[in-house]
């Protein structure tokens, strides 16, 4: 059984840092994928960054993410993080950990439908 674990969320002042991780077990399967999603009030859950187990290809939502936000593995996936630097208060919302079936590169972009495991998420707050 696929477990998901977030940690790490809190509230920061804009322009801080926090760290998000994932602790990561019951992949079956060698050719998986781990993202991070996000979802603020009111709005859809949109894709963060997302990496491959394979060889740790990684995909970033945007160029201001991709400037901005890191993510990462440790211990053969078993951990996943996002490093988020310069946060903004458009980056409020709750962060969630998923994981996917199929491989990173047969993965286009980041749907939610892509994604067969979830975690229950942890919350982001950044003061204007």
């Known amino acids: 059984e696929v477990q998901l674990v977030e ?5 920061v002042q804009a322009g ?3 760290r998000l991780s994932c602790a990561a077990s019951g992949f ?7 993202g991070w999603f996000r979802q603020a009030p009111g709005k859809e859950r949109e894709g963060v960054a997302s990496i491959s187990s394979d060889d740790g290809s ?3 939502k945007d160029s201001s993410v ?5 993510i ?3 211990n053969g996936m078993n951990t996943v993080s996002l490093h988020a ?3 903004e208060p458009e980056d409020t919302g709750v962060y969630y950990c998923a994981g996917s079936e199929v491989s990173w590169f047969k993965l286009r972009g980041m749907k939610p439908s892509d994604y067969h495991y979830w975690g229950r998420g942890t919350q982001v707050t950044v003061s204007s």
């Open 58 to 60: 990684t995909y970033y």
């Open 16 to 18: 801080g840092s926090l």
């Open 66 to 70: 991709k400037d901005r936000f890191t």
């Open 85 to 87: 630097n310069s946060l």
């Open 7 to 11: 940690s790490g969320g809190g509230l």
């Open 28 to 34: 079956t399967n060698d050719d998986y994928t781990i």
């Open 72 to 74: 990462s593995s440790d």
